[in-house]
């Protein structure tokens, strides 16, 4: 006997493995492999380790003793893979423009001088005489950085290593990307609380219609309803032709490839996600109180705006965060309906992960927004453990 409730812990442990495992391997691994990527910088030290090695207890000034010059001739002899040497010289070419011809001038006339004959190095280029390439070489050969951290901000260190302002992209983008999903919440919320309100408020077939108009974009494909936002919103489009012919416009509105049709077909999307749980939290609003509060001699304005809206606010809220972390993330809505400045962070990570290979970058942005999305989370939880929000 004394052996089951052990039995019984083990059995309940074997039930719940599977899960814990499909957890690690599909959801922890993948983080933790996006986090260390994007402070992870060894591309240099991996084709120069004997100059990592030696340009160690260099202090920068001047230039490097003639141990550290030999042991880059040695580096830049010994055979290695293309593909590592070319991502070495991208990577030092980020540091100080001109590594690229720099090196691989060096690596040829190294390889091609007779094996014994002293190599000078200034002699092969001008270059090796100049201090800054050096300090770029010792600043890329520790093997955890904070540089894609960094620039992922537009900052950069400077060759005294403080942190300084760097001409980038990725703050703009990344303002752009919270402006949007800013902007759908917002229209969400405003779309969302009077329809959920009316759904609340009826029943039979109305309020089955009402709810099967939400839920049944949710069972379709987001590329198709990406799709059909496309053909709706083009100039030869439904809606055009439809205001064209009531004659609210003369000519047809530019709907498509900009902002406007970004914000048009994420609002759709994700309306959803702000309508289910505003109706949950109506749903347990007693009836009585909006008769009660207009027995009591309060209009129906007044009554919504002190006893309603109030009691409604913890789904709105919940409802927000929901758009707003999902909206962060998005990516193929703005990449089919909106143009070139429309495009968000996603955008920007997908070109690192695949048009460039630049895994470190790709990490530190997707790290950005799973911090933000994390603390929304957490908003979130703390906010859905309150009594008046949906599934307390």
């Known amino acids: 006997m004394s052996g089951s409730p052990a039995r019984a812990r083990v059995s309940a442990l074997l039930l719940v493995a599977p899960l814990f495992l499909f957890l690690a391997a599909f959801f922890v691994w993948p983080l933790v492999m996006m986090i260390t990527v994007s402070v992870t910088d060894g591309t240099v030290r991996q084709v120069m380790p004997e100059t990592a090695s030696s340009i160690r207890a260099w202090d920068g000034s001047g230039l490097p003793p003639q141990e550290v010059q030999d042991a880059l001739i040695a580096d830049l002899r010994a055979p290695s893979e293309q593909m590592a040497f070319g991502d070495a010289v991208r990577r030092l070419n980020s540091e100080v423009s001109g590594f690229r011809t720099l090196l691989s001038r060096t690596a040829s006339a190294v390889r091609d001088a007779p094996a014994g004959q002293p190599i000078h190095l200034a002699a092969i280029d001008p270059r090796w005489g100049e201090g800054r390439y050096w300090q770029a070489l010792q600043r890329a050969m520790p093997n955890y950085t904070d540089r894609n951290l960094l620039a992922a901000v537009d900052l950069k260190r400077d060759t005294e290593g403080s942190i300084t302002a760097d001409v980038s992209a990725n703050r703009v983008i990344m303002v752009r990307t919270f402006t949007i999903a800013a902007l759908v919440t917002l229209l969400c919320a405003l779309i969302g609380l009077p329809y959920a309100m009316i759904a609340a408020a009826s029943t039979g077939w109305v309020r089955n219609g009402m709810l099967l108009a939400v839920l049944l974009p949710l069972w379709t494909s987001l590329l198709v309803r990406t799709a059909s936002w496309v053909i709706l919103l083009q100039n030869e489009g439904l809606i055009n032709k439809a205001l064209l012919a009531i004659g609210i416009v003369d000519q047809p509105l530019q709907l ?137």
Request: a positive charge; proline letters at 6%.
């Open 256 to 392: 498509i490839f900009n902002r406007t049709g970004v914000i048009i077909a994420m609002t759709h999307v994700l309306l959803p996600f702000m309508v289910l749980p505003i109706y949950s939290v109506l749903l347990g609003i007693p009836r009585n109180l909006m008769p009660a509060a207009s027995s009591l001699g309060a209009s129906r304005l007044r009554a919504f705006w002190h006893v309603l809206l109030p009691m409604a606010l913890p789904g709105v809220a919940s409802g927000s965060l929901l758009v707003f972390m999902v909206a962060l993330g998005y990516y193929i809505t703005p990449a089919l309906v909106g143009g070139a400045e429309d495009q968000m962070i996603s955008s920007v990570i997908a070109f690192f992960a695949t048009g460039t290979a630049n895994w470190g970058m790709a990490g530190a942005l997707g790290l950005i927004l799973l911090v933000a999305t994390t603390a929304l989370y957490l908003v979130y939880g703390r906010l859905s453990r309150s009594p008046n929000m949906v599934g307390a």
